[in-house]
Nanobody
Framework: QVQLVESGGGLVQPGGSLRLSCAVH????????IAWYRQAPGNGRELVAR???????NYAESVKGRFTISMDNAKNTVSLQMNSLKPEDTAVYSC???????????????WGQGTQVTVST
């Protein structure tokens, strides 16, 4: 069984910072990529940032230069450092990963439950 557990969300003022973490638990053989998505009320889900185990990263245009995604392969954890936060960054942020387990030779896609980020005065 694979679980993605997010932490680090909360309320922050505009211009502030938050650091989100996503820990992958289970009998993991390999992780090909982990990404953060977000969904604001009334909006569709959008990709915020993705990192592959080859350390390739890509970001949404709206967060480039402000957000940084990083991965600790030894701990199966990915972090999203969010700086210079804006009210429009308010959303539920969810972790998504492509994972291969000992019981399944195929990479499967998994989601965490999400964590709320609110940027407001």
């Amino acid at each position: 069984q694979v679980q993605l557990v997010e932490s680090g969300g909360g309320l922050v003022q505009p211009g502030g910072s938050l650091r989100l973490s996503c820990a992958v638990h289970g009998s993991i053989v390999a992780i090909s990529s982990i990404a953060w998505y977000r969904q604001a009320p009334g909006n569709g889900r959008e990709l915020v940032a993705r990192i592959t185990t080859g350390v390739t990263t890509n970001y949404a245009e709206s967060v480039k230069g402000r957000f940084t995604i990083s991965m600790d392969n030894a701990k199966n954890t990915v972090s999203l450092q969010m700086n210079s936060l804006k009210p429009e960054d308010t959303a539920v942020y969810s972790c998504n990963a492509n994972i291969r387990t000992y019981s399944d030779p195929i990479y499967r896609n998994y989601w965490g439950q999400g964590t709320q980020v609110t940027v407001s005065t």
